[in-house]
Every structure is written in C-alpha cells, then in structure tokens.
C-alpha cells in the first residue's frame, strides 16, 4: 500500500557531508511525522531525527547542530543533511513515515528499506 525509498547513502570520510532522501508513494492520504533512525552493527535502532507535517523538527542530542531534516509535503518526501559526519554515525539509515491510507484512519508505521552510510576515521 505505501512505499518508501531512500536514497543518498554511502561512504564519506570524517568531516564531510551526505544527503538522504526518501519518497513515500502508494495509497496515501496523509503523512504526519517523517523521520529517520538509524541502527549501528549489535545496537538498537535509534531516532536521528522526525519532523512533523507542521514543519516542527526533532534531533538526537548526538547529531544536533551537524544535521538537518526538512521535508516536502507536496512532494511525499523527507531529506536529511548530514554535515560534519563522524565515525560513530556509520548506520544503516531508515526512512520512517506515519502514514494514514484512509482519512478515517489512525496512522501508522511504515518504513524504508534502509541505507547505508559510513564515515571512516
């Protein structure tokens, strides 16, 4: 029903920048929160930061002031700047929409396949 795709994943070397994007298409009728976590080889997948259909922007305390959300609501997509990456940002990324595919329905979770991302030392 929905379907979301990154892209913009890759390898950078400490201190340089990359750009994630992420589409969602299929049956949408209305996104709320966008966002992206990440999840590093033996951790849990953690929040990086969402941001709300009003524009209101959340960050994890470890990427604050190196990396920005911003999203498209004509478009269906979310992006993410990564600026100033360090090592320990080496994840895989994931795309996260809560999406409601009936306007009499709650929204729910659906996600991205992933991308990753790696900075070395």
């Known amino acids: 029903q929905v379907q979301l795709v990154e892209s913009g994943g890759g390898l950078v070397q400490a201190g340089g920048s990359l750009r994630l994007s992420c589409v969602a298409s299929?049956?949408?009728?209305?996104?709320?929160?966008m966002g992206w976590y990440r999840q590093a080889p033996g951790k849990q997948r953690e929040l990086v930061a969402d941001i709300s259909s009003g524009g209101s922007t959340n960050y994890a305390d470890s990427v604050n002031g190196r990396f920005t959300i911003s999203r498209d609501n004509a478009k269906n997509t979310v992006d993410l700047q990564m600026n100033s990456l360090k090592p320990e940002d080496t994840a895989v990324y994931y795309c996260?929409?809560?999406?409601?595919?009936?306007?009499?329905?709650?929204?729910?979770?659906?996600w991205g396949q992933g991308t990753q991302v790696t900075a070395s030392s």
């Open positions: 996260n929409a809560k999406v409601a595919t009936n306007p009499l329905f709650q929204s729910r979770n659906y």
């Open positions: 299929g049956t949408i009728r209305r996104i709320d929160a």
